[in-house]
Structures are given as structure tokens and as C-alpha cells.
């Protein structure tokens, strides 16, 4: 009775949605593989463990960013083109801080302040120079958190009430002229930020070793941390409550007395604290940085925000792991040149497959 | 017996009402919908408005709160001038409103959603919560459950708790019934009597109108945006016109 059942059920998978069938089937065809290959000792254990560390590290950077776009499009209705560059603006401004806290004395003000002088000279790592890292940090957040205020003032608060292609047509606008004033300012070289030697522990797993830096555990205990803080913030706090209350039903909110503007400017103010952490965090992690680095990271913020459901916080936290353990991953069979495009595929199935996203219709609740 | 025409200035005779409206023209960008409205709701007073489809009653409750566009008239609260208000100044005053559909927070917990009906206050005021607690027992019981989760009938609950929450002096509850099982309407009108002898004026919008009328101290029929007929509920019940244009027969 039960395998009839099963049988039946099963039939009835394959003829209504083959697709899914076909690609559950890659997948599991895949999982055996990565057991044969460990098995065979083609691949190592460690060296899948160290693909899951790195694709963690990047895919907390890549969901941190990840929270502030789905606040956005939750709360103000349209997909922020612009929020990539403020990732690079929490970059420069936040290293502009950690050089100057760092090298002064070593070099001039202006070589410092305009992130000219050589790493070498002030070489700066998380602990040889923590203070430096610290202060550059909240300057990230802080300077990211105002620059978005003034756009918001500037921009998006005369187009309150227009719809959201036109805002997101006008956020492209303010993510060029955001990122070509960083370029007017600091140039288009790639430059080198940290210099000297990272501290690393290299723990045994199995059968061989992962090496995980200093650089990469600030980034994880940061982001970690940011998380829980947001997720405090959002559950406990009468104002967060607020603000899930206003993503869930603009309407009911305003009608129940809570400050719409107030929370709008809240949700920049998290929103871009978030990404300018993440652009500073990502440059520590790189040990370099130059003016795309935001731009080039949207795609993938993007991919992951839409993967988790769009609009949800812990949708996009999820969703940027994934994005980033998958890319990381697809490095067993694929050359590195592919990964991005596994990143996309994941996105592109989930889309297909599940079209609201792992969490999605769970807004920021 | 006849529907007493409405004139502009039957309203101005009493002096204890607490809401009142007086010639509101007001619409949807250029779009006007109401024309002249006069209406009022005395303390503790039970009000509907009924008419057909289109007439414009929810643009009535949307304009004292002021959702809509402001195109003349006065409304005043409590002996105050509330007209062209934002919604968030008005809630102040001691007015809460339910609108008909999308009236909960989803995503919120039932108690997120109390809480939130008191946000304007510095903290959530808990014997306000005990009474709307003990007059709604299903919403303690479900409290930590989201309110996308409740049947229609308990989100029409919630919606109403909510609203509850500052102790309003008027309560709009717009098509409080709407949606809801035909078992659950008379218990639904119940409570809302309830609520009104408990003190709280009401201004309801409802489709159901003879049961409506029925229940309410006075009632208005709304016609294409102007107030046609205005009288006691019974009244207009057994008013020959009003009954053949507006109640089926």
C-alpha cells in the first residue's frame, strides 16, 4: 500500500514538474560523485572543509550586505542598485581611518588620508594594529550611514511617492556618481591595504589541514555578531517591531500611528551601517581593495537576497551563504573562471523551482 | 413615514458630538468622491453608514483619518479641528481606525500586533491588554502565533484588539463582517455592541445593512458621495424608500 502510494506519488512528480525531477537528480548524481572522488582520494576531505570555510567567510560578507538591500526593498519598494557602492564607500572611508590611525607619524596626513602611502611602511593587520582596525570599522559604518542619509535627503525623499522602476532607475544613477566620486577622489588603482604577517591557525581535518587567518576570523566574529545585533534589534525592540510591522503593511502602519519617515530613515541607517561593515571587512579580508569592489560584489548580493526571498533579513543571511559556500564549492569539478556562474545557476534554480525564494513570503519576521 | 432629508446644518444643532463632519468633499488625487458630506457621531454613539456599492462609505472613515485628498469641508473631533490631519497626528485625538481588508500584521505575532495598536504610547499599557485579552480570549490563548496563521474571524478579532488598544473614544470598523462565515457575523456584530456599551462610540461601514441598522443607534445611507437619508435604525428599516432603493425590498 505504502509503495503504490509512493509509486504514485512519485509518477505523479515526474509528469508535473520534470524539470525539478531532473534536477534533483544532477544533484544527488553530484553528492555521490564528491563521495567517490573522497573516497578515491581524488579530493581531500580538508580541501572541501576549506571550501566551505572560505565560501562561509564570503558568504556572511555577501549576506550582511544582503540584509540592507531586503530592508530596503521591503520597507521602500525597490531594489537598490546603488547599495553595492556603499560598500565600496564604507571601504575607502573606513581604511582612510585605519591609516590614519595607524601611520601617523610614518607618513603625511595627506598621503594617508588619501590611501597613498605604502602598506609596507604601515603595516597594518588585525593584530599588530587592532585599534586601527576598530576605529576603521566605525568609520565604515558611520560615514557609510551618513552618505546614505544625504542621499536619502537628496534623492530618494523628493520621490517618495513615485514607483519603484523610477526609484530603481535613479538609484543606478546615484551608484555611478557615488562610485566615480570614490574614483575622483582615491583613483582607479587597486591597492594594497595589509601588509606584514597574518597570524593563522591551520586545525587538521581528517586528512589534511585548513588555514584560517585572523584577517578572516575578525570578519566572521564582526559579521556574527552585526547579525545577532540586527536580529535583536528587529525582534525585541519596540522599534524594530516597527519596522517589520511597516515592511509587512505600509498602510495598516500608517494608520496605527507609527512615524513612516522615521522608519525609512532607520532603514537606511541599518542598511548602509551593514554594507559599509561589509565593504571594510571584505577589503580586510582581500588585504586590497579598488573602486568596484561594491559594484562587482551587487550581483552576488543580489543573487543571494533573491535566493532567500526577497524582503526577508534572514532570507538574505542564508541566502549569502549559500551563495557563497555553492561558488566555492563548484570549485571540486569546475575551474575558478566558473564560479560565479555556479553562484547564478543555484539562483537561477531556486528561481525556477521556487520562485519567492527560501523564505520568502516570511518577510523580516 | 419618510427618511428625513439631510440638511447642512442639522449637525450644528448638537453640541456633544464627538465627531463631525460637516459639507467634506474629498477624493483620490483628482478623482472627488465624496460630495457635501454631513454626518456626526454623538459620545458614545452607534453609527453605520450604508448604501450601495461605489457610494463612497469607506472614503467617508478614510477621509476623517485622513487617508484621502482633502477637496473641502470641515471635520471636527472632539471639539477640535481635525481636518487634512496625517493619520499619524489623528490617532493622537482618540479615534482608531480598522479598515476592511489587509488589517493585521501578517508577519507579527498576535501580541506584536497589540503592541503595535499601542506604539504612539511610551510602553504597552497592560491593563488595556488584560481587557482586550478578557473581551477577546482567543487572542491570548494564540498569542505567540503569527497573525497570518488566525481564521478570517480571529483576524477580524485582532484587527479590532488593535485597534482597541489606546482605549479610543470612536472606533471606525470598516465591513467588519466581510469575509466572514455567516455563523460567525451575528457573533461578530455581538461584540461590537458590546464594545460600543462598554463606552466607545461606533462609525461602522457595513454591506450587511438591515442587520446593521438593526443593531446601531442611527444610521446614514450613502448615495454617489452625499449623505441621502439620515435617521434611527429602525427607522430607516421600516422606511418604504430606503427599504425598495437600498435593502432589497
Not at chain 1, 509509486?7 to 560523485?33: H, N, Q, W
Not at chain 1, 597574518?198 to 566574529?221: F, M, N, Q, R, Y
Not at chain 2, 471636527?76 to 479615534?95: Q, S
Amino acid at each position: 500500500m505504502g509503495a503504490t502510494q509512493a509509486y504514485i506519488r512519485g509518477r505523479k512528480l515526474i509528469t508535473e514538474r520534470p524539470g525539478l525531477v531532473v534536477v534533483s537528480a544532477i544533484a544527488v548524481l553530484l553528492f555521490l560523485d564528491l563521495v567517490r572522488r573522497i573516497l578515491t582520494g581524488a579530493t581531500l576531505i580538508s580541501t572541501v572543509a576549506g571550501y566551505v570555510w572560505n565560501g562561509t567567510v564570503i558568504g556572511l560578507i555577501i549576506g550582511l550586505a544582503g540584509i540592507g538591500l531586503s530592508l530596503t526593498y521591503s520597507i521602500l519598494n525597490f531594489a537598490n542598485f546603488s547599495h553595492g557602492d556603499y560598500l565600496t564607500v564604507g571601504a575607502f572611508s573606513g581604511w582612510t581611518a585605519s591609516y590614519l590611525v595607524a601611520g601617523l607619524g610614518t607618513a603625511t596626513i595627506g598621503e594617508l588620508f588619501l590611501l597613498n602611502a605604502s602598506p609596507r611602511d604601515i603595516g597594518i593587520t588585525a593584530t599588530a594594529e587592532p585599534l586601527s582596525i576598530v576605529a576603521g570599522l566605525v568609520v565604515a559604518i558611520v560615514m557609510t550611514i551618513l552618505i546614505a542619509l544625504l542621499i536619502d535627503r537628496l534623492v530618494y525623499e523628493p520621490m517618495r511617492d513615485a514607483g519603484g522602476i523610477s526609484l530603481l532607475i535613479a538609484s543606478i544613477g546615484v551608484a555611478l556618481a557615488l562610485r566615480y566620486f570614490v574614483v575622483f577622489v582615491y583613483g582607479t588603482s587597486l591597492r594594497g591595504l595589509t601588509a606584514g604577517d597574518v597570524p593563522k591557525v591551520s586545525p587538521t581535518i581528517v586528512d589534511g589541514t585548513i588555514t584560517i587567518d585572523a584577517h578572516e576570523a575578525t570578519l566572521v566574529v564582526s559579521a556574527v555578531l552585526l547579525m545577532l545585533g540586527i536580529h535583536v534589534f528587529l525582534q525585541q525592540t519596540k522599534f524594530g517591531k516597527a519596522m517589520r510591522a511597516m515592511s509587512d503593511n505600509k498602510d495598516l502602519a500608517r494608520v496605527t500611528g507609527i512615524p513612516t519617515e522615521r522608519v525609512i530613515q532607520w532603514t537606511w541607517l541599518l542598511g548602509a551601517g551593514l554594507a559599509g561593515s561589509a565593504g571594510y571587512l571584505i577589503a580586510l579580508k582581500r588585504g586590497s581593495m579598488g573602486f568596484n569592489l561594491g559594484w562587482v560584489l551587487l550581483l552576488l548580493i543580489f543573487a543571494a537576497v533573491i535566493l532567500g526571498g526577497i524582503g526577508s533579513i534572514y532570507g538574505a543571511m542564508i541566502g549569502g551563504v549559500i551563495i557563497g559556500i555553492v561558488r566555492n564549492l563548484s570549485l571540486v569539478w569546475l575551474p575558478t573562471d566558473f564560479s560565479l556562474a555556479a553562484a547564478f545557476l543555484i539562483m537561477i534554480l531556486i528561481l525556477l523551482f521556487r520562485p519567492e525564494g527560501i523564505f520568502g513570503g516570511v518577510k523580516t519576521a | 413615514m419618510s427618511g428625513s432629508q439631510q440638511g447642512a446644518t442639522q449637525g450644528a444643532e448638537r453640541t456633544d458630538d464627538l465627531l463631525e463632519t460637516r459639507d467634506l468633499d474629498a477624493g483620490y488625487g483628482d478623482l472627488q468622491i465624496l460630495d457635501g458630506v454631513d454626518m456626526r457621531v454623538g459620545d458614545e454613539e452607534y453609527v453605520t453608514i450604508v448604501g450601495p456599492n461605489g457610494a463612497g462609505k469607506s472614503t467617508v472613515m478614510k477621509s476623517v483619518f485622513g487617508l484621502t485628498t482633502h477637496m473641502g469641508g470641515t471635520v471636527t473631533f472632539a471639539g477640535e479641528d481635525i481636518t487634512a490631519l496625517n493619520p499619524e497626528d489623528i490617532i493622537h485625538k482618540g479615534m482608531s481606525y480598522v479598515p476592511q481588508s489587509d488589517n493585521v500584521f501578517d508577519t507579527l505575532t498576535v501580541e506584536e500586533n497589540l503592541e503595535m495598536g499601542a506604539y504612539i504610547l511610551d510602553s504597552v499599557p497592560e491593563e488595556q491588554l488584560r481587557v482586550i485579552y478578557d473581551r477577546f480570549p482567543i487572542l491570548e490563548e494564540r498569542k505567540t502565533q503569527k497573525a497570518g496563521t488566525l481564521s478570517g474571524g480571529q483576524q477580524q478579532m485582532l484587527a479590532m484588539g488593535r485597534a482597541l488598544m489606546l482605549d479610543p473614544d470612536l472606533l471606525m470598523l470598516d465591513e467588519p463582517s466581510a469575509g466572514l462565515a455567516p455563523d460567525l457575523v451575528d457573533e461578530m456584530f455581538d461584540r461590537i455592541d458590546s464594545i460600543n456599551e462598554a463606552g466607545t462610540a461606533i462609525l461602522m461601514v457595513e454591506q450587511n445593512a438591515k442587520e446593521a441598522l438593526r443593531r446601531c443607534d442611527r444610521g446614514y445611507v450613502l448615495v454617489q458621495g452625499q449623505n441621502r437619508y439620515e435617521d434611527s435604525g429602525d427607522a430607516l428599516l421600516n422606511d418604504e424608500e430606503v427599504r425598495q432603493e437600498f435593502l432589497g425590498g
